[in-house]
């Protein structure tokens, strides 16, 4: 379950603030390559694409709630220059196909199925975050490990589905009571999730872009997505289908960090890292750790 969700209500309260100190900006690099690619349903995926095809695996970088292809921006840049990379605008979200048909962690799975098989992607290493842990979780469990050389869980478990809302009573009251946020005062309620998942300072444009990008996705869409991922299937069954070596990349403020260790011992090959001063957004608020820590992984496992 997404921890950020969590704190999101107080987050809100805070959308009208001033925007925290802002970052010189880094030089100008290549604009990745972008793309549309057809999944059947009359639904379309947009992509991001760096890198070129190699020996390496392709590095495929799936984004959380509401978020796109472009939140990957630095991992896109660094990943690139040694593997071929693609990052999804999941389908509903950013700039792909908005439909109120397939909104669940199942069909995305399908989707990216489609695309990569499209796209010749040939082996991978697959990355989910958040909501994207779901994705990655349904993908394993419905198509297997065969062609994945590795697997990174970024600070998120696996949902075990409506059968634990006993379990995790309070916390579910919590993320309903927010839906007629979301409804009510969309913009705001964006603005408050940004601010809760980055802790590092970010200028008014990059807050306005990443609260334009969540935009994309109409509310309703939003909470059927939301239901469907963390009430929704039990996906800790695919925990054994885990074949591929798995690295968990977990905040250490994270709400679920004892239930990410958790899961990371119930892996069939699971290891585990902590990055104790980011928040949810752990490769936006510290992408260089990130990408050591995923670099020495895939250096490791043969990645």
Known sequence: ????????????????????????????????????????GGVQLHVLETGTASNAPTIVLIP??????????????????????IAFDPRSQGDSTKTGEGDTPEQRARDYHAALETLHAGPIVLIGWSQGVQDVAAYVDQFGTDRIKAVVLVDSTISKGAADLPNVLPFAVRQFRLLPILA?????????????????P????????????????????SQA???AD??????????????????VIASGRSAELEAQKAMT???????????????????????????????????????
């Open 1 to 40: 379950m997404a921890p950020w969700i969590r704190i999101v209500g107080a987050a809100c309260a805070l959308a009208l603030c001033a925007a925290g100190a802002a970052q010189a900006q880094s030089q100008a690099q290549p604009q990745p390559r972008s793309a549309m690619v057809d999944v059947g």
């Open 64 to 85: 959380g709630w509401r978020l796109t292809a472009s939140v990957w921006s630095h991992q896109l840049e660094t990943f690139g220059r040694t593997h071929r990379v």
């Open 184 to 200: 009510e005062a969309p913009r705001e309620f964006t603005d408050g999730l940004m601010r809760a998942i980055i802790s590092r």
């Open 202 to 221: 970010v200028t008014d444009a990059e807050r306005a872009q990443l609260v334009d990008q969540g935009m994309k996705t109409p509310s309703a869409i």
């Open 225 to 227: 997505m939301l239901i």
């Open 230 to 247: 963390l009430f929704g299937r039990d996906r800790s069954t695919a925990l054994p289908k885990f074949k591929a070596p798995t690295l």
């Open 265 to 303: 011992a119930a892996l069939p090959d699971g290891r585990i890292e902590v990055m104790p001063n980011a928040a949810h957004a752990v490769f936006v608020d510290d992408p260089e750790t990130f990408e050591r820590l995923v670099g020495e992984f895939l250096a490791k496992v043969g990645g």
